[in-house]
C-alpha cells in the first residue's frame, strides 16, 4: 500500500502562487507515476498534471500548462504542484496520485490511479 498526505492549499488572489506538495511513504518502490487530480464543487474530478517517479517525463493539462509545474524531489519522496497565474477556476479540492505504471494521457485523465490521497482546498479569490 502507499500512503498520500497533501499539503499546501488555502486562500490566494487571482494571479497569485501556490505550491501544493505530496508526500509519499508505504510501498514507494512500487510506484511509477505520481500525479495532481482536482475538483472543483458541482464539477467532476479533473486531471491536472503527472510525472514519472525517475522525474523523466511529465504530462500536463491544456488548462494548466504554462502555468503549473509538478516537480518531484527524489531525496524526500515528496511531489510538489508549484501553481502560477493562478484563476478563479483554479479553485477545487486538489488530490495526489499513484499509480504502479506510467500511462497514456487518455488513463490519465480517466483518473484510474492506484492510490489517492485524502485532497487539500485551494481557493482562489479576486
Known amino acids: 500500500q502507499v500512503q498520500l498526505v497533501e499539503s499546501g492549499g488555502g486562500l490566494v488572489q487571482a494571479g497569485g502562487s501556490l505550491r501544493l506538495s505530496c508526500a509519499a511513504s508505504?510501498?514507494?518502490?512500487?510506484?511509477?507515476?505520481l500525479g495532481w487530480y482536482r475538483q472543483a464543487p458541482g464539477k467532476e474530478r479533473e486531471f491536472v498534471a503527472a510525472i514519472s517517479w525517475n522525474t523523466v517525463s511529465t504530462y500536463y493539462s491544456d488548462s494548466v500548462k504554462g502555468r503549473f509545474t509538478v516537480l518531484r524531489d527524489t531525496a524526500k519522496n515528496t511531489m510538489d504542484l508549484q501553481m502560477n497565474s493562478l484563476e478563479l477556476e483554479d479553485t477545487a479540492v486538489y488530490y495526489c496520485a499513484a499509480d504502479r505504471e506510467w500511462k497514456n494521457s487518455h488513463s490519465f485523465h480517466s483518473g484510474a490511479m492506484d492510490f489517492w490521497g485524502k485532497g487539500t482546498q485551494v481557493t482562489v479569490v479576486s
Open positions: 508505504g510501498s514507494i518502490f512500487s510506484i511509477n507515476a
